[in-house]
Each structure stands twice: as structure tokens, then as C-alpha cells.
């Protein structure tokens, strides 16, 4: 009996020992990309400096080319900040070099905005009629259906906008206004690929609220559709928040849509029928090419992931204190 209860506990003890190992596993990988990622983005911004060795600048070409394209930042790695934070010309790949990200910055965060305007409304409107509204056989049909949208490959998404969306809306709306490459098409279907996680997730959160609120509100003579617009949505808000940031986290480190129907071309406008590039448009531009290790345009691939790094980290943020903030308790 001793030794049977013995067994067990050391047989738990290596469980747990296991389960910890993979979540500092999780953890140290995580730390390990940051660390790469930290390390060749501050290489980037040093190439000024690398660039006034002449050693240095003997032995390896990418210096060479750096310095014959930009010799005015030679020594002065603050100029490379400056213009990477505050210019408008991502030229990189050119033999005139510029660094100005603010157009991959635009083409992203305007792609995004698209997709959430779509997704938001009509995953909301969906998640409240499946909650409330919807016949129990009915919600066990529809819900697992819409999930499938997530299933979709993102390259199927691209062809979709880029074959389909692009051209139905030239010929019906826009004519030649709209580029064949756009942010409003990219945009739209980007909405429809995150439209299941904003519908399902808030969904979710809106069928745990406790029953005994709803009961409540009937009983004070509210309609069905005061105790899920009054009640029921208040009280799942910061689910259906962190839902929606979620899903603009999704929405910006989306790839292929954009690359296939977003285009390639760094454009500095908030216009959404013109071409534009997204930060990881332009790092698939660069990693399907010939790029060097350790070159000037392989650093930039680093920088631009920096700041992608940095835009979704800071959504996550937002969504945790969206989610403190807005949190109800029942107790």
C-alpha cells in the first residue's frame, strides 16, 4: 500500500516536472527569436558605424555597397533612426537606398483597419443572433460552418481577392480608379478570413454570462433583444474587446493575402483603391529573392520584423487592458 502511494507520487512529480520543462520551453524559444530579432535590428541601425571602419568597410562588400549608396549617414547611425521613423521612401532594394518605413507602416495598419471594419460588425451581428437569438439545432449547424473559414489556406484568400474581389469591384464601382493590385480588396477578404474569430470567440463570451442575468431582465419586462444589447453585450464587453484586438493582430501579420492582392510597391497614401506594401509583403518580397546573408537588404528584413514585432506585442497589450478594465465579476 506504502509503496503503491509512493509510485504514485514520484510518478507525479516526473509529470510535473515534464509539463514545466515545456513551458519554459515555450518561454525560452520565445525569448531566443526576441534576442535574434533584438540582435540584427541593432546591426541594422549600426551600419553607420561599421560603415567609418574603413577594416571593416575592405573585407566586406555589403559595406561597400551601403557606403556607395549612402554615404551620407556614413558615422551617423541617428540619421538611420531618423529617417527609418520619419521619411516616406522604402527604397531598399534600389541602388539608391532609402529607409523611410512609414509606407510598409501605412500599407499595414490600412489593410488592417479594412479588415476590421469588416469582420467587427458582421462577427458581432453573428455572435449575438447565434447567442440569443438562434434555435439551439440551428447554432449547431451554422457556428461550426462559419468556423471553417478559418480553415481556409490564406493563399486561397489571396487568389480569391486578387482574381474575384479586385475585378467585380472595378467592373461594378470603380473602373479604372481601382490599381489590379489594391489595400480595399486585400482588406475586405483579410475581413472575411478573421470574421470567425471575432464571431466565435465573442460567441463564446456571450454564452457565459451567467443565465440568472437574462432571467433578471426578463423578469423586469425587458425584450429579447434589450437583454442582448443592454445586458448580455455589457456584460461579455471585455471578451468581445479582446476578441476584436485579436483579430487585428491577425490582421496585421497577415502575409499572402496581401502579397497576392495588396501588391509590392511601398506607397506612402491612405488612399484604399491605390497599391500598397505591407511590412510582411516586403519580407516575403526580400526572402524569395537572391538576398545575401548578412547585406543591407537581408538587415532590413530584421528591422521591418522588429516593428511588426512591436505593433502586435502592443495590440496584445492593449487587448490585456482591455480586458482588466472592462472585466465583470460575478461572485
Known amino acids: 500500500m506504502r509503496e503503491g502511494r509512493g509510485r504514485r507520487r514520484l510518478q507525479e512529480q516526473v509529470i510535473g516536472t515534464g509539463l514545466a520543462l515545456c513551458a519554459w520551453l515555450s518561454v525560452g524559444v520565445t525569448v531566443a527569436i526576441v534576442a535574434v530579432l533584438a540582435y540584427e535590428t541593432l546591426e541594422f541601425f549600426r551600419l553607420p558605424v561599421h560603415a567609418g571602419d ?24 541617428w540619421r538611420l533612426v531618423q529617417e527609418f521613423l520619419t521619411e516616406t521612401t522604402w527604397s531598399p532594394l534600389f541602388s539608391t537606398k532609402r529607409f523611410g518605413v512609414l509606407p510598409l507602416f501605412a500599407g499595414t495598419v490600412l489593410t488592417s483597419l479594412i479588415a476590421l471594419g469588416v469582420a467587427v460588425p458582421l462577427g458581432l451581428l453573428a455572435a449575438i443572433y447565434l447567442s440569443e437569438f438562434a434555435p439551439e439545432g440551428v447554432r449547431r449547424r451554422v457556428k461550426p460552418v462559419l468556423e471553417l473559414l478559418a480553415g481556409v489556406p490564406t493563399i486561397v484568400y489571396g487568389y480569391f481577392a486578387l482574381t474575384f474581389v479586385t475585378p467585380l469591384l472595378q467592373d461594378r464601382i470603380f473602373g479604372p480608379a481601382m490599381a489590379g493590385q489594391n489595400a480595399l480588396s486585400a482588406g475586405l477578404v483579410m475581413g472575411i478570413m478573421i470574421l470567425p474569430l471575432v464571431s466565435s470567440l465573442s460567441e463564446d463570451v456571450m454564452r457565459a454570462v451567467p443565465v440568472e442575468l437574462r432571467h433578471g431582465a426578463y423578469a423586469l419586462g425587458a425584450t429579447p433583444m434589450e437583454v442582448a444589447l443592454r445586458v448580455v453585450f455589457p456584460a461579455a464587453l471585455s471578451g468581445i474587446a479582446a476578441a476584436c484586438v485579436l483579430a487585428l493582430s491577425r490582421a496585421i501579420g497577415e502575409t499572402m493575402i496581401v502579397a497576392l492582392a495588396a501588391g509590392q510597391t511601398p506607397n506612402w497614401t491612405v488612399n484604399p483603391l ?58
Open 54 to 77: 574603413p577594416h571593416l568597410v575592405a573585407r566586406r562588400p555589403d559595406l561597400q555597397r551601403f557606403v556607395e549608396a549612402r554615404s551620407d549617414l556614413v558615422g551617423h547611425p
Open 274 to 331: 491605390e497599391t500598397v506594401e505591407t511590412i510582411t509583403a516586403f519580407i516575403v518580397q526580400v526572402s524569395l529573392g537572391d538576398t545575401p546573408y548578412g547585406s543591407v537588404e537581408y538587415r532590413t528584413l530584421f528591422a521591418v520584423g522588429m516593428l511588426l514585432f512591436a505593433l502586435t506585442f502592443l495590440m496584445n497589450l492593449a487587448s490585456l487592458r482591455v480586458v482588466q478594465r472592462f472585466r465583470e465579476r460575478y461572485l
